[in-house]
């Protein structure tokens, strides 16, 4: 493929996408190592074998069940069979352009052309994947439907405090028991990893670059578990119970004008949360809650499905005396296992982080007959997926 320009620089795009997949992808290469993102092979066959998918159902093989009978000679033995699941998967695709006058001035300098834009679209598509991750992961605890919402009740830990050293601890004992074990990762916004740290609860990691630098990274450990620093996580502004001494409190008045230290029963009513109950004459006082996610091994399938052409450059030698455009394409699937995307309500060929959160989207794999009281459904506890919700 003949070289195009980028600034009077050439511009191979094989060996640009060669450089930006060596450029060390933090962020995403730990959420790997700690093997909460994982290769599926059947999403891989499905995808690289359809020309043109964006969407699949695919084969869960079913576990194996039923009681065993007493074996004294005189009991038959009964069989059962496993029953086959099916979970849907969507391939997500995104793209963006930068556009640059005189690009050239401000890369070069000494500076190696491609190795310097390589690094700033690698760390781009790092954010990317992960505002794409936790768009799913809100869209799987928005799940509704009677054993959907189970798996979100027993899967939510919800406390009225900021965090403690024992709150990770129960909430995975909580959604998964034994299988506990299985979790690896932590997704907290920085207010609460701030607090954390306080507490001396997080062991920082460290990264040492091709010169021998060793920095420290915007990631550590909790009780083991790889903590990723992200304030995209959600983050509820509302009122919490209180008292007429409680610092900052508001007294509830049924309706008129609030005076200061007032607040009306229906402007509380308007926030994110509030207390059950809430009526006139009670005290509430501001506060915010924030979600935590906690993901195990192999909770999020992940494949790079590609696209035909994942860079490419434009020159428009005449507007502003000249401008170059880079573009950029990808198209990924993120497959939270054991939860299947029922693609309910999409527009498009790829859902947008709207449609990825969802509830509606998304439901608990299942054996899929049409009668809901005769589905088998996989069990919550083997889903290593999990979330807290903490005060500020």
């Known amino acids: 493929m003949p070289n195009t320009k980028f600034d009077q ?12 997949g060596t450029i060390p992808n933090l962020k995403m290469n730990e959420l790997k190592k700690s093997a909460a993102l994982g290769s599926d092979p059947d999403i891989k066959a499905t995808f690289s074998g359809q020309n043109g998918t964006s969407y699949a159902r695919i084969a869960m093989r079913g576990l194996l069940d039923g009681d065993a009978v007493n074996y004294d000679g005189e009991t038959d033995i009964t069989a059962t069979s496993t029953k086959t699941f099916e ?21 070069t300098g000494g500076v190696d052309f491609m190795d310097n834009i390589a690094k700033q679209v690698a760390e781009y ?8 991750i936790l768009s799913v992961l809100k869209g799987v605890f928005a799940m509704t439907g009677a054993k959907n919402e189970e798996f979100v009740n027993k899967h939510t830990t919800v406390i ?14 909580k959604a998964c028991g034994a299988n506990k074990k299985a979790f690896s990762l932590v997704f907290v916004h ?29 990631l550590g450990t909790w009780n083991g578990k790889l903590i990723v620093i992200d304030d995209d996580m959600p983050v509820d502004e509302g009122y919490f119970t209180a ?13 008129g004008s609030a005076q200061d230290g007032e607040i009306t029963l229906a402007n509380v009513k308007k ?7 809430v009526k006139a004459d009670d005290y509430v006082v501001s506060g915010v809650k924030y979600t935590t996610y906690i993901l195990g091994k192999g909770a999020i399938a992940f494949e790079n499905i590609g696209a035909k052409v994942e860079y490419e450059m434009f020159r428009d030698p005449k507007t502003n005396g000249g401008m170059d455009t880079l573009y950029t394409r990808q198209r990924k699937c993120f497959a939270p296992y054991g939860i299947s995307y029922e693609k ?25 007959e049409s009668s809901v009281s005769q589905r088998s459904y996989i069990n919550h506890k083997a889903i290593p997926i999990a979330r807290i919700i903490s005060r500020g």
């Open 243 to 255: 008292t007429a001494e409680t610092a900052g409190a508001l007294k509830v008045v049924e309706s």
């Open 87 to 107: 979970r849907g998967v969507v391939v997500v695709g995104r793209a963006k352009a930068w556009v640059e006058r005189d690009f050239s001035y401000d890369i």
């Open 160 to 173: 009225d405090t900021p965090m403690t050293a024992t709150t990770l601890n129960s909430a995975v004992n």
């Open 125 to 132: 598509k790092d954010g990317l994947d992960q505002k794409t």
């Open 271 to 277: 926030a994110a949360f509030f207390p059950a109950g």
């Open 190 to 218: 920085s207010d609460v990893a701030t607090n954390l740290e306080n507490l001396n609860l997080v062991e920082r990691l460290k990264y040492t670059d091709k010169d021998g630098i060793t920095r420290d990274l915007d």
């Open 344 to 368: 309910t309500s999409q527009a498009s060929n790829s859902p947008t982080d709207a449609e990825l959160e969802n509830g509606a989207n998304w439901a608990l794999v299942h054996s899929g």
């Open 9 to 20: 620089k050439s511009f191979n795009p094989e060996a640009f996408k060669y450089k930006v």
